[in-house]
């Protein structure tokens, strides 16, 4: 016996790629629904060689349903995924929204599978920020090790994770280029995309940070450790699919940077490429489809006493959203609901 499974958002750029997901990973699927707005009522979504019809989730009755993968963004997540976690069903959630209660785990199954436990409180389980979800796995086994103190990381993130409309602006935007009669303005982002970089990702807070700064500040606190101190500078670049990560490493203890490769190298969810000579490191066109979280330029910081720098790529449709969602819930099948 398998599970009654919803996606909700099935027609964004995270929904698709969960349905991609749980086809690939041959998820114990034994009925599924796939739901969006009333606006894509029958629009038809592929869920491995079968085409499914999308269903209004304003109107969807959870009753009976096991798991929902919800990828609606904040505003219907508020209205629609208490009503799911009621009528019985553990909501898997993509958005902000409940990252930060006390009451939702927040989990990346590499880092706090045992976390999942916790989901009985609200019915509701959360999925990290994109560029905190790849960066807690490379963190995490060398944290083990020789216990980081503090992290300063700079993100070169992909228009894919401000979702669809987001990747047209920059398609639309970049043509447009070419031929200056068809000027598009910024509406997605805050200045021109194309050709550019913007420092700029969700709304400032009080303090002059962005709250995707503060995103990763806050996740990789309570995925981690509360003891590791943060500091980001998150900066979206014209790359479709695909976040970057330049991440620079101060530990308690010294760690080599080949003993490091080597943790690395062992650790779940991590692929390292770090060969140093042309091409010997992974770019994000190079991580579009994987599962891993790939790790290059694994190298000393000799301007700190136990410092260590590193490049740090994945697909942020799949680490940084619906691939660690459908890991969630494989966790939670195992450890908590046990069908399938
Ligand atoms: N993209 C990433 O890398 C990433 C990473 C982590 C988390 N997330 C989060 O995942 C969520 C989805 O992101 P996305 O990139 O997939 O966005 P997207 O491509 O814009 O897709 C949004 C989806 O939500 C549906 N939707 C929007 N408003 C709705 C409503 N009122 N009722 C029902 N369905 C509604 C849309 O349906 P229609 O097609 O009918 O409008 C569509 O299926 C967001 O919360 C985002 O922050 C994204």
Known sequence: ??????????????????????????????????????????????????????????????????????????????????KAAKAGCVVIDNSSLYRYDPDVPLVVPEVNPEAVEGYAKKNIIANPNCSTAQMVVALKPLHDRAKIKRVVVSTYQSVSGGGKDAMDELWNQ????????EEVEPKKFTKQIAFNVIPHIDVFMEDGSTKEEWKMVAETKKIVDTKIKVTATCVRVPVFVGHAEAINLEFEEFLDEDEARDILR???????????????????????????????????????????????????????????????????GKRCLKKG
């Open 1 to 82: 016996m398998g599970y009654k499974v919803v996606v909700a958002g099935a027609t964004g750029n995270v929904g698709r790629e969960m349905l991609n997901i749980l086809a690939e990973r041959e998820f114990p699927v034994d009925e599924i629904a796939v739901l969006a707005s009333r606006r894509s009522l029958g629009t038809e979504v592929s869920f491995g060689d079968k085409t499914l019809k999308t269903q209004d989730l304003d109107t969807f009755d959870f009753t009976g349903w096991d798991i929902a993968l919800f990828a609606v963004g904040s505003g219907p997540t508020k209205e629609y995924a208490p």
């Open 174 to 181: 970049t043509k447009a280029v070419y031929n200056p009669t």
């Open 266 to 332: 062992e650790a779940p969810g991590i692929m390292v490429v770090d060969k140093r000579e042309d091409g010997g490191y992974i770019t994000p066109v190079e991580c579009v489809g994987d599962f891993a979280t790939f790790i290059s330029r694994i190298r000393q910081d000799s301007t700190i006493e136990n410092g260590l720098n590193l490049w740090c790529v994945s697909d942020n449709l799949r680490k940084g959203a619906a691939l660690n969602a459908v890991q969630i819930a494989e966790t939670l």
